[in-house]
Structures are given as structure tokens and as C-alpha cells.
């Protein structure tokens, strides 16, 4: 009884893998497929997917141990900086401004879901979307006032893009598409088509906690079909919660600026534009 009980399992387990084409080799295929859909996309000569470091919050060790690194291997990032800890190291801000960093708007007090209890006095079920454009626009000017630039890309804190709650939920995703050039998720799975996503809700995949194994399979996987995979961190040092390993920095660094593995390793604007460019044929 229990052999014919496996058996049936078996055949089951079978019936769900082909008729979800979940297969590898039929990914594969996927992939290939969306490859020959591109059309007239192509990435720059010589480059065959390309890689944003993106960080959140002006954490201070983005400052002490993640620039450094960056800034010896010519790599150029992009910080999502939430006002009150950018004005705490201004000159140092300023530094990564002149070394060519992009500097992004990531709200101006980081409102997310009020389970997070940190941010139940700013929680995103309270939120409306007049509340949200203030927050977007006074963190945008009080940046440019600081800093000199004025962000053209934005982070969603949390990576959550509501306001409200239940039938009086709305999306704030139409508002980043109206006042930025793109907006980064968080915790996603997957690098972006090019040809496909959606500026305003780019997929943004956690840097954190990774070692450089883990994140070539991610490069390899991206080369494969021709993406843009937006990596996302927040702290950087040895180790620990939401804190990218210096040591997988400075590794990531040194292969995506070998020329000849094709990754071509920029700014989210800088990628955006050229993305954009691509497909309108002139810059947004
Ligand atoms: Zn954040």
C-alpha cells in the first residue's frame, strides 16, 4: 500500500513540474526566447548585462568602509540617503558627490508598514498620497540645498510602495514615475529586462550578508539573459544583519571592472538614461 501511496505521490510531483514549466531547460529556453524578443536593445560595446550598487540610509559605514573600496577601483554607486545621518557627515557626503556617486532620494523619514515597529508613527497605513509627494519633494529640495545635486532616483523604504490600507489602498508608484527617472524595490528576486521594466518599480535584489559565490551565480545568471541587476545593501563591514561583507565588495568591484567578463557597473541614473535612450532613441 505504501509503494503504490509513493508511486502516486511521484506521479504527481511529475504532472505539477510539466504543467508549470518550471524545468530547468525549459528556463533556459525562457531566457533564450526573451534574448531573440529584445530586438533593437542592445547594451554598450562589449557589455553584456549591467550591475547598480545601490545603498540605503547614509549609514555611516557606506562612508568609512564602503567608499574606500568603491573609490580604489573606479566604481561608482548610488546611495539612497535619508536626510537626518547625510547632514551628520555633509563633508564626507560632499567628497562622494565630487568622485562621481550618485545621490538618491529615499523619502525624507522612511515611512514603511506600521508592523514594523519602528515605523508605526509614520506608518504607510496612515499614509496619503499628498503626505507621500510632500515627503518626496522636501527630501529632493533640502538634498540639492546640502548637497548641490538634486536626486533624479528613488528607493522605496521597505521596498513597500502603498498607501492607505484594504479598499483605500493606493499605489505611490505613479508618483515616483512623475517626479523621478526610477524607483528600486527591495528584496526582489531577478534582475531587470531592459527592454521590459518598468523604470519606476525596478527589482532590487539584497547585497547583504552575501559571499562573492553568491553573487557570481547572480552575475552569471544575469550575463545569461542579458539583464540589469540592481543590487541593494545597507551597512558595510565584516559581517552581520543588513550589512554587505567588504570582502564580497572589493571582489564584486574586481571582476565587473575585468573587461572581460562584459558587465558593465554603474549608477542606477546613468543605466536608467541609457536604457531609455535605447528605447525612445533620445534621453528621457
Ligand atoms: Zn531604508
Redesign the pocket.
Known amino acids: 500500500m505504501r509503494i503504490v501511496w509513493i508511486c502516486l505521490i511521484v506521479m504527481y510531483c511529475c504532472v505539477i513540474v510539466v504543467s508549470t514549466g518550471c524545468s530547468p531547460s525549459n528556463l533556459q529556453d525562457k531566457e533564450q526566447s526573451a534574448l531573440e524578443e529584445r530586438g533593437d536593445f542592445s547594451w554598450p560595446v562589449g557589455k553584456r548585462a549591467a550591475i547598480s550598487l545601490t545603498f540605503?540610509?547614509a549609514r555611516f559605514s557606506q562612508i568609512d568602509r564602503g567608499l574606500p573600496i568603491l573609490n580604489e577601483y573606479g566604481v561608482k554607486a548610488t546611495f539612497?540617503v535619508l536626510v537626518r545621518p547625510l547632514e551628520e557627515r555633509l563633508s564626507d557626503w560632499k567628497k562622494a558627490v565630487t568622485k562621481g556617486h550618485e545621490i538618491g532620494n529615499?523619502s525624507l523619514t522612511?515611512p514603511c508598514s506600521g508592523n514594523f515597529p519602528f515605523a508605526r508613527e509614520r506608518a504607510l497605513e496612515n499614509y496619503t498620497l499628498g503626505k507621500m509627494r510632500y515627503e518626496l519633494q522636501e527630501s529632493n529640495n533640502i538634498i540639492e540645498r546640502l548637497l548641490g545635486v538634486r536626486p533624479v532616483t528613488f528607493?522605496y523604504?521597505?521596498g513597500q510602495k502603498y498607501v492607505g490600507r484594504g479598499r483605500n489602498l493606493k499605489s505611490y508608484v505613479p508618483l515616483v514615475a512623475e517626479k523621478f527617472l526610477a524607483g528600486r524595490g527591495w528584496m526582489d528576486e531577478w534582475a531587470n529586462d531592459p527592454a521590459f521594466c518598468d523604470m519606476a518599480q525596478l527589482m532590487g535584489v539584497e547585497l547583504d550578508g552575501k559571499d562573492f559565490e553568491q553573487v557570481k551565480q547572480l552575475f552569471d545568471r544575469t550575463l545569461a539573459n542579458g539583464g540589469w541587476l540592481v543590487f541593494c545593501g545597507h551597512d558595510i563591514g565584516e559581517g552581520g544583519r543588513q550589512t554587505t561583507r567588504a570582502s564580497t565588495l572589493k571582489a564584486l568591484c574586481e571582476y565587473a571592472q575585468d573587461p572581460a567578463n562584459g558587465l558593465w557597473l554603474d549608477t542606477v541614473e546613468e543605466v536608467a538614461r541609457y536604457i531609455l535612450k535605447q528605447r525612445t532613441g533620445k534621453p528621457d
Open positions: 540605503d540610509d539612497y529615499h522612511h528607493a523604504p521597505c
